[in-house]
């Protein structure tokens, strides 16, 4: 190409862009292509009862945006399941405190009226005769307080203690995950508004394009076909958009409905990547000492073995201290003092034959051996899950890493490529091929980012040591 060529090219391109500040924008109109992002949905109408209905803002007009770290407070303050598993360990505390209780004496209270005819024996009584019908009223108190029933009460008491340790384990299991149940939907929310941003981008500078484009055509430096390839490359990248913009939405619906309230759309995570510099092995072992689910099973192992234990001492002798007080106010004669009757003693019960406790005593120890297994279960469960999600975490670091080098790479191309089109070195299609390459090396550094970050958390929690207030750092 001569240079008169390549000056007078340059030239019309200069031209052609002053003039192209006036040309409309060349590309099929689409519906809702100029929507805002993250706007909200239009409230929602739900019938109250009897034919009435209310209006419901799903964006909650009120209510402040939530950050990340406040979208996973208010998912464990709200969320079902943390309360169910929460009224679960309360339920546990309080047959901890049965147990305790069972420690004490018991004591009834009785009261009794009988009416009889009186006998021969009973008639010499005043004012009485042997066929008289007489009622009598009594009223009493007994006591029975288990000195000793073969270490049942203790064994009792030692499995609830540990069953309740376990309940309210597995609430904190249950909060960890629900944590990071809403991290990750608000990640996806985030990667989705990013890629709807990158995209809306492009679209603007192809619209861009198609004005310096058309104008070059009126210039006559371009075919009417190279209007029309922009303009498919516009639809195209539009329809991508909404695409987006509809994952978009329904990821910001899912965090919104596990936090309870709006979610705002922009974010900065803070690096918590450095809580893995000790790498696997440190991991391991912090989810041996601190994961809420491998406690749990070591607790209710430890339940069923004091249950078994409970169960033999069934086979003890038991003794017991018995009471009685009874006081008797029924029609007496006037010279009779004596209504009060009462006794105390011990009671020694051993058991001779029974033949059910036998059955019950291996059904216990059974039931021991089962919580055990599943608690050697869960540990190779948990250091798998770690040994796993530590490879996908260095896979996902590299992905990161080679993603922000593609597009680094793609844009300087992007660049170069863009000032020797404008030379006319390039043709219209390598430039518009270059663009979709730096839009498609974008949208996979934001999903390779978020993946990463949902990883990391994954691993804190399986290791036992997330807490929410990490994410403030």
């Known amino acids: 190409m001569s240079p008169s060529r390549i000056i007078a090219g340059v030239a019309g391109l200069v031209l052609c862009l002053t003039q192209a500040q006036a040309q409309p924008v060349l590309r099929p109109t689409i519906p809702g292509a100029d929507e805002e992002a993250g706007a909200p949905p239009p409230p929602m109408r739900l019938r109250r009862g009897r034919g009435e209905f209310v209006t419901v803002s799903q964006a909650g007009p009120a209510a402040p945006a939530l950050s ?9 303050e709200t969320s079902p399941l943390v309360k169910a598993l929460d009224a679960t360990a309360r339920a546990a505390d309080a047959l901890v405190l049965k147990q305790k209780l069972d420690f004490l004496p018991t004591v009834t209270g009785s009261i009794g009226v009988t009416r009889r005819t009186l006998n021969d024996g009973e008639a010499d009584l005043p004012l009485r005769r042997s066929d008289t019908l007489w009622t009598q009223r009594t009223a009493g108190l007994s006591l029975q307080w288990p000195v000793f029933n073969g270490f049942q009460n203790y064994f009792g008491l030692q499995s609830a203690i540990s069953a309740a340790n376990a309940a309210y384990l597995e609430a904190e299991a249950t909060r960890g995950d629900v944590a990071f149940q809403t991290i990750n939907a608000y990640l996806n929310f985030i990667a989705a508004e990013r890629s709807v941003g990158l995209i809306r981008k492009n679209v603007e500078m192809l619209e861009r394009l198609g004005r310096a484009v058309h104008a070059r055509m009126l210039a006559g430096f371009a075919s009417e076909a ?27 619906d899912t965090v919104s409905s596990m936090a309870g309230r709006p979610v705002q759309p922009r ?7 450095r809580l893995l510099a000790q790498g696997e092995e440190a991991l391991a072992l912090k989810a041996l000492r601190h994961n809420p689910r491998l406690r749990a099973a070591r607790y209710n192992t430890d339940a069923a073995r004091h249950s078994s234990r409970a169960a033999i001492g069934k086979f003890l002798p038991q003794v017991n201290m018995v009471g009685n007080y009874q006081y008797d106010f029924s029609e007496r004669n006037p010279l009779e003092q004596d209504r009060n009757s009462w006794n105390l003693g011990v009671q020694l019960s051993v058991p001779l034959v029974r033949l059910s406790t036998m059955a019950e005593v291996r059904q216990s120890h059974e039931m021991a051996t089962v919580a055990a297994l599943r608690a050697d279960e869960a540990v190779r469960l948990v250091a798998l899950e770690i040994r796993n999600l530590w490879s996908d975490y260095q896979a996902g670091d590299a992905r990161l890493r080679l993603a922000r080098t593609r597009v680094a790479a793609q844009r300087r191309v992007a660049t170069s490529w863009e000032e020797q089109y404008k030379l006319g070195l390039i043709s219209l299609d390598n430039l518009l091929t270059r663009q979709r390459l730096l839009t498609s090396a974008e949208i996979d550094e934001q999903q390779a980012q978020m993946q990463r970050y949902a990883l990391i958390c994954r691993l804190l929690v399986s290791a036992g ?3 929410p207030a990490m994410l403030s750092l």
Do not use: H, N, T
């Open 267 to 273: 974010a900065s995570f803070p690096a918590l990547d």
């Open 465 to 467: 040591i997330f807490d």
């Open 68 to 76: 990340l770290r406040g979208s996973v407070d208010s998912a464990l």
């Open 226 to 252: 190279d209007v029309f390839q922009v303009e498919a490359d516009i639809a195209g990248l539009s329809q991508q958009l909404e695409s987006m913009k509809a994952e978009r939405d329904k990821a910001r």
